[in-house]
């Protein structure tokens, strides 16, 4: 059997590592409590109508994604985040931002145009022929 290889930080497999771990609401609200502080599994299972194996699978995509790393402090075994693995996903999307901002900007543009009162066109002059002819017709 093959050993499974590690994608170095920054890889296209580490993106999707990480945005298939946060497409699950269950590890994304781990997440959120792992930001306040490091828990144990029993800790982060506790909120969650689910078995400690299923909070423990939840915390192996995590720590796939290098969301999540555990320590082992004699029989606890501490989950903390390490955020660092969301920088990938930042700046990947970092690109997007900018297409939509500028997106945004355009739109802003087009409606403030539609919404701004243009200036009414001057009325042509009259026609020279017949203010002529009208000044000649009361000289008569």
Known sequence: MAAATVAPPGSADDLDDVFHALSDR????????LADRPATV???AEPFEMSLPAVSKHLKVLEQARL?????????RRCSLDA???RVADEWMSSYRTFWAEQFA??????????TPRPKPRSPTP???RTRRRSRARTR
């Open 127 to 129: 026609d020279r022929r």
């Open 84 to 86: 660092r693995a969301l």
């Open 68 to 76: 999540v790393s555990r320590t082992v402090d004699g029989r606890l």
């Open 42 to 44: 029993t800790d982060l």
């Open 26 to 33: 269950t590890r994304r609200a781990i997440l959120v409590r």
């Open 106 to 115: 355009a739109l802003d543009r087009h409606l403030h145009e539609a919404v």
